[in-house]
């Protein structure tokens, strides 16, 4: 079992950078798959990247490419989401999540397949 815990977000304006964490405790944190998702209000909560547990293989989402980075150090428990250029329709509240998907490359998109959830990190970009 994992615990995570979302850090980093806050109010910034739009094309400026934000880099949120994911710290997880427990043990064997490099046998999970991370990925980051967002819901705004009223909408629903839609992926936004994916990290496989090796670090290896990575995915994002059309609308976040060439801006946002996902990383992480399993020495450190830690997964982490670099935003640039932020734009307004970016506002959310972002949720870490983790499983175990097996093979060392295998990520997800959905996020049906992830077990553990953090509480979330409200990001907020003003125009």
């Known amino acids: 079992q994992v615990q995570l815990v979302e850090s980093g977000g806050g109010l910034v304006q739009a094309g400026e950078s934000l880099r949120l964490s994911c710290v997880a405790s427990?043990?064997?944190?490099?046998?999970?798959?991370v990925a980051w998702f967002r819901q705004a209000p009223g909408k629903e909560r839609e992926f936004v990247a994916a990290?496989?547990?090796?670090?290896?293989?990575?995915d994002s989402a059309d609308s976040v490419k060439g801006r946002f980075t996902i990383s992480r150090e399993n020495a450190k428990n830690t997964v982490y989401l670099q935003m640039n250029s932020l734009k307004p329709e970016d506002t959310a509240v972002y949720y870490c999540?983790?499983?175990?998907?097996?093979?060392?490359?295998?990520?997800?998109?959905?996020?049906?397949?992830?077990?553990?959830w953090g509480q979330g990190t409200q990001v907020t970009v003003s125009s």
């Open positions: 427990g043990r064997a944190f490099s046998s999970y798959a």
């Open positions: 999540a983790a499983a175990r998907l097996g093979w060392e490359y295998r990520i997800s998109t959905q996020h049906s397949k992830y077990d553990y």
């Open positions: 990290i496989s547990r090796s670090g290896s293989n990575m």
